[in-house]
């Protein structure tokens, strides 16, 4: 039997990706960045750093602290704001052959949508990422993400606002990701991505003071893939739109655990720091893999972790579209 190349390619909400793997809003920049150490069409879509409206600061340093299995950060979404944006970093993204996902954070559905009008009238942007999900401002974020009719609120405004795919940034720091998952879908979400950091906290046991400016942060890294994947799952169970699966992708294997767990597209960020050129050992080994496996399209794994009847959960909450 011969073998065809196999097919890495995905298709998220109407974005046709060469691989499934996106980058984590935050991990990469605006593109400049990691486009040092490698070129952005080595991934499947691009997602930039999530921009304000107005300027912001971001949060007191220090932002970042090491720690097992990952690290805490506490940025604070630091951003010049849109307009700088819109001169500075989108045209230098257009310059490439890859989708183009920006990411948006604000305080307000209000502003949520002003930043979905402003970048509707800008050319080469592939979605828009709705990030309600931040563990580290004062103001929104994640408790934005944490309130099921707030959600469904803001992603409403800003389908309205613009005519691009959205995809909502889902927050694991919920009793239950699935009702927000099903607020946001009944409300236009095209799809949604998870999981955003998980809330956390370091203490310098000498001086007694916390690792972090803000006192707490969202760890990312290998420590929170496990939490990933359960994410992913329960919520793949319960929605029908796709899902960008993320939380410390380090390996092929993986990507592959976050498909079969339900995801689309897979998200990675952290292990970039240490590794950029880790995208193409794990495009590389996928490929190997599927060979190996006789799978022909990443399509065939979507879903297809085998769990016994009588260990599967069912989704409690169902929310009513209409």
């Not at 605006?30 to 070129?39: H, P, V, W, Y």
């Not at 604000?106 to 949508?113: G, Q, W």
């Not at 929104?140 to 992603?155: K, Q, R, T, V």
């Amino acid at each position: 039997m011969v073998i065809m190349e196999p097919d890495l390619g995905v298709n998220l909400c109407g974005i046709d990706m060469a691989n499934p793997l996106v980058t984590c809003s935050g991990t990469s920049g605006n593109g400049k960045e990691i486009s040092r150490f490698l070129d952005l069409e080595a991934f499947g879509a691009f997602t930039a750093k999530s921009v304000t409206l107005d300027t912001r600061p971001g949060n007191p340093t220090p932002r970042i602290a090491e720690c097992t299995g990952g690290i805490l950060n506490a940025i604070g979404i630091q951003s010049k704001g849109i307009d700088y944006f819109i001169k500075k970093y989108l045209p230098y993204l257009r310059k490439y052959n890859v989708p183009a996902i920006i990411s948006i954070s604000a305080t307000s559905a209000e502003d949520y949508a002003k930043l979905a009008e402003i970048l509707d009238r800008e050319e080469g942007i592939s979605a828009l990422e709705v990030n309600i999900s931040c563990p580290n401002l004062k103001a929104g974020g994640s408790s934005f993400g944490a309130d099921p009719e707030i959600s469904g609120h803001i992603i409403k405004s800003v389908k309205d606002s613009t005519g691009v795919p959205v995809i909502a940034k889902l927050t694991p720091n919920v009793t239950d990701i699935t009702i927000i998952a099903q607020s946001v879908e009944a409300s236009g979400a095209d799809a949604v991505s998870l999981i955003n950091t998980v809330a956390g906290m370091a203490i310098d046991i000498h001086t007694r003071y916390p690792k972090l400016g803000n006192v707490t942060g969202g760890l990312s890294g290998p420590a929170i893939k496990p939490i990933a994947i359960k994410k992913v799952w329960d919520t793949y169970r319960c929605i029908s739109i796709p899902i960008i699966g993320m939380g410390g992708v380090a390996t092929w294997q993986d990507v592959v655990e976050f498909i079969l767990a339900g995801a689309t597209a897979v998200g990675i960020g952290t292990s970039l720091f240490p590794n950029p050129l880790v995208v193409f050992e794990i495009i590389e080994n996928l490929k190997r893999f599927m060979k190996d496996n006789e799978i022909e399209r990443l399509d065939d794994l979507r879903g297809q972790v085998v769990v016994p009847e009588t260990m599967a959960q069912t989704c409690a909450v169902t929310v009513d579209p209409s």
